[in-house]
T-cell receptor
Framework: GESVGLHLPTLSVQEGDNSIINCAYS??????FIWYKQESGKGPQFIID?????DKRQGQRVTVLLNKTVKHLSLQIAATQPGDSAVYFC????????????FGKGTRLSVIA | KAGVTQTPRYLIKTRGQQVTLSCSPI?????VSWYQQTPGQGLQFLFE???????NKGNFPGRFSGRQFSNSRSEMNVSTLELGDSALYLC??????????FGQGTRLTVV
């Protein structure tokens, strides 16, 4: 089955700078990936997803990049704001078919004002 | 459309007791998954229910069980509570192979 892992447990960035959070996955057959944001005291919140037929997908101030060759994806946050401070998780289906999502351990993003 | 609702938000139980947590999914979502979140282990998958049947299961002992009702609402039960069961229990609902939507979670503390 799939396993996902984040590269860094913590990341500190200056307000206004861009943030990059990285994630690696193990199953080359994985075809769907999701990024979640979890603020203190709340459940994870969907940010953006990407399917394996794409290399890049953009949302509002966020971009996800997928590199299938090295089984790596990243979340880029433009012009990071204090409200972006949270724990970020990457997730992917455990296997093909109707399987649950498995999550990385999370990266805690701290924004320095 | 209302989001995923979990009750209660907080619980304190004593070792050896049992506990039942409840989850109401987003209307129309038939898949409900449960996760345990702890600082050391992150989000660990417990089980998934779909149309009242357990469709997937994680690697948790039999003390952890669940069920789903015909209206897709789900409950999970933990019997013979241990200190290590203290965690945030999250419920998520999905519609097909898409993103999962999470509730706020139930914070369980076992003393």
């Amino acid at each position: 089955g799939e396993s996902v892992g984040l590269h860094l447990p913590t990341l500190s960035v200056q307000e206004g700078d861009n943030s990059i959070i990285n994630c690696a996955y193990s199953n080359s057959a994985s075809d769907y990936f999701i990024w979640y944001k979890q603020e203190s005291g709340k459940g994870p919140q969907f940010i953006i997803d990407i399917r394996s037929n794409m290399d890049k997908r953009q949302g509002q101030r966020v971009t996800v990049l997928l590199n299938k060759t090295v089984k790596h994806l990243s979340l880029q946050i433009a012009a990071t704001q204090p409200g972006d401070s949270a724990v970020y998780f990457c997730a992917a289906p455990r296997d093909s078919g109707n399987t649950p999502l498995v999550f990385g351990k999370g990266t805690r993003l701290s924004v320095i004002a | 459309k209302a989001g995923v609702t979990q009750t209660p938000r907080y619980l304190i139980k004593t070792r050896g007791q049992q506990v039942t947590l409840s989850c109401s999914p987003i209307s129309g979502h038939r898949s409900v998954s449960w996760y345990q979140q702890t600082p050391g282990q992150g989000l660990q998958f417990l089980f998934e229910y779909f149309s009242e049947t357990q469709r997937n299961k994680g690697n948790f002992p039999g003390r952890f069980s669940g069920r789903q009702f015909s209206n897709s609402r789900s409950e999970m039960n933990v019997s013979t509570l241990e200190l290590g069961d203290s965690a945030l229990y999250l419920c998520a609902s999905r519609q097909g192979q898409t993103e999962a939507f999470f509730g706020q979670g139930t914070r369980l503390t076992v003393v």
